[in-house]
């Protein structure tokens, strides 16, 4: 037995990547289990609007409590109800106030509160405050009424099952390709390098795209999840979002030598994306480090898109940010994996020098 | 043996011995691989080392060398697949990476099939890549499981396939890494005949093997030793300047065991003992030592004794 013990630790010395994930898993675990796994929202953004939102303001600042709660983005005497809608539909605030003439003529002067229902757990925080303050205001809770966490986790699970084709199976299939040696096959054969990754990846981008109309339409039948938004802004949103998964997929490939490579290197790259997306814990409860970990993922930015398009109907000023983020991101990831992939398949065409290439070439014989 | 120059680069080009260099217009229309001094590094490791090689349209060239000697990575500069550090590379005439695809061959390893996918749609693919429209019938063996996944039918038969689909689109130029390994005889001597077959169409082959039968039957051969040229030239070529020493002995065990005991490189050759590389007074006077009466002779070495002693001189020098 001592035979073997010894032969395993050997064996898992040689194996970085195995390594990395022990030392490294553990470690991010810790922190995102430290720092972002949190549940509770401890300061709520309110936007305040009518006449009386400056007396509003002064109350909250005069109220120790209230001021460490509540925190007031944005306060507009001028503007009424529909202002205050556009601020939670474009996530500004994730509750607003509706004071005096800012209210309809038919609600009796009583002021009301908008809570953003699509903001699970900011929104339950906010019914907490609400409750405490009783008749005096009237309250509505919008996008989910009930707080439904199956309306709220749809949107951001279609952003997760598209990283899951565009990053896993791709990498799985352009991995496979190379570990049979047919890659190099393809690369003698009159495709030009081109061809050879649009053909592989383009398989890749149809699946996902049906996975996406079946889990949305599924989400939709069997939730009751609304579709209040523009399809064209959701559907435009998951094709940039889709290249950005599919280049991480093909960028994961041309790291791995084989299957169990790539699902090791892929699985490192999906979890935190799934921890730190704000799919489950909300990103305005995580410490900032953290936070910007979760800005670097493509996945944060659709998860804004679809529940902001899906729920609140958000306005394309709102959108434009994450497809901005999103653009930028398909770019740099595409843009690199093919780069990539076309030196590997044909490093004789491309005028740089190998240097990395070289580890295959010494393996392959 | 002393490395190839360049001067004898391309001398020994096409079957005859002309001496022609090569770049002669009519030559070059005939020369379909062209590799001049060719050298290939992964960081510090010298993989090839001024390798130099040829092949012409109707000619099987075979590359040997022990397992580690560059074979593949020579091969993978030629088609493409690796830039080479330095040296000029041909292939069909152009540089590699733009000769014409559709008139190359290739049989990597590996074979490169899709073993999930039938036979026939291996074969369909194949088609499709090279624009093939006239799809020559699969071989009998082959028709017979033309449904079944690649994955469940034997090495042998994944080989003819790998064969049939690389010669699907008829091409000029055929390269084949390790053609015949795991394969058994009567299908090896199959799939050398299809290469004989090709060759006398007037296809040129580059092929990589293990086997010397196999190397006996190439056009001609150019052996690699640690990524540098050894030799070169026809079997008889490259046997000519290498003698061996038989040894006939009636008790030819003890007569083997005596050369081994003094240290010589001995071999078994049915019962009589074989000794490349040593001259025929050190064989006697071993035998001698140890008392035992044998009659032994000078013959032509064989190719399979070559390799060893061109391996070994190219260890001392390098």
Known sequence: ?365 | MSRTTETDGGATGTTGSTGHTGSSGDSRSKTLIDARDVSKKFGEFTAVDGMSLDVGAGEIVGLLGANGAGKTTLLRMILGLEAATSGAISVLGTSTARADRTALGYVPQGLGLYTSLTLDQNVEFVADAFGVTDIPPLPAALAAVRTRQVASIGLGRQRQLAFHCALLHAPRLLVLDEPTSGVDPLARARLWDTIHAQADAGVGVLVTTHYMQEAEQCTRLAIMSHGRPVARGTTAEITASHEAVVVHADDWSRAFAALGEAGLPVMLAGRTSRVAGTTIEDVDAALDAAAVPARTETVPATLEETMVLVERAARQAG
């Open chain 1, 1 to 365: 037995m001592r035979a073997m013990v010894l032969k395993e630790f050997r064996e898992l010395r040689r194996d970085k990547r195995t390594l990395a994930m022990l030392i490294g898993l553990p470690l991010m675990l810790l922190i995102i289990f430290g720092f972002a796994a949190n549940f509770t929202v401890d300061t709520l953004e309110v936007a305040v609007a009518g006449s009386d939102a400056d007396q509003v303001e002064q109350l909250v600042a005069s109220n120790p409590q209230a001021e460490d709660e509540l925190d007031i983005v944005a306060t507009e005497p001028g503007e009424g109800e529909a202002w205050a809608r556009d601020q939670l539909a474009d996530d500004h605030a994730d509750l607003a106030v509706v004071t005096g003439d800012g209210l309809a003529d038919d609600s009796g002067g009583t002021p009301l509160v908008l809570i953003d229902g699509s903001n699970l757990f900011a929104a339950q925080a906010a019914n907490v405050v609400v409750a405490g303050l009783g008749d005096q205001v009237d309250h509505e809770v919008l996008y989910n009424p009930d707080l439904t966490t199956s309306w709220v986790m749809v949107p951001a699970l279609i952003g997760l099952i598209l990283t899951f084709i565009g990053t896993l199976i791709t990498s799985i299939g352009l991995v496979r390709e190379r570990e049979s040696g047919t890659l190099e096959q393809l690369a003698v054969m009159p495709f030009s390098s081109t061809a050879v990754i649009l053909g592989k990846i383009t398989p890749y981008f149809l699946l996902a795209c049906v996975d996406m109309v079946i889990v949305t339409v599924l989400g939709m039948w069997v939730f009751d999840v609304p579709f209040n938004g523009s399809v064209v802004a959701f559907v435009l949103g998951a094709g940039i979002f889709l290249f950005a998964v599919l280049g991480i997929g093909v960028l994961i490939s041309t790291v791995s030598q084989n299957t169990g490579q790539a699902v090791q290197v892929a699985m490192m790259t999906l979890l935190p994306q799934v921890l730190l997306s704000g799919m489950i814990f909300p990103l305005d409860a995580m410490a900032a480090g953290v936070r910007w970990i979760g800005y670097l993922f493509p996945l944060t930015w659709f998860t804004k898109i679809s529940q902001g398009v899906m729920l609140r109907d958000a306005s394309w000023e709102y959108l434009a940010l994450p497809l901005g983020i999103l653009v930028v991101m398909a770019c740099v990831f595409f843009g690199l994996a093919v780069l990539r992939l076309r030196r590997s398949i044909s490093p004789a065409r491309s005028h740089t020098p190998q240097v990395e290439g070289a580890a295959d070439g010494v393996e392959a014989r």
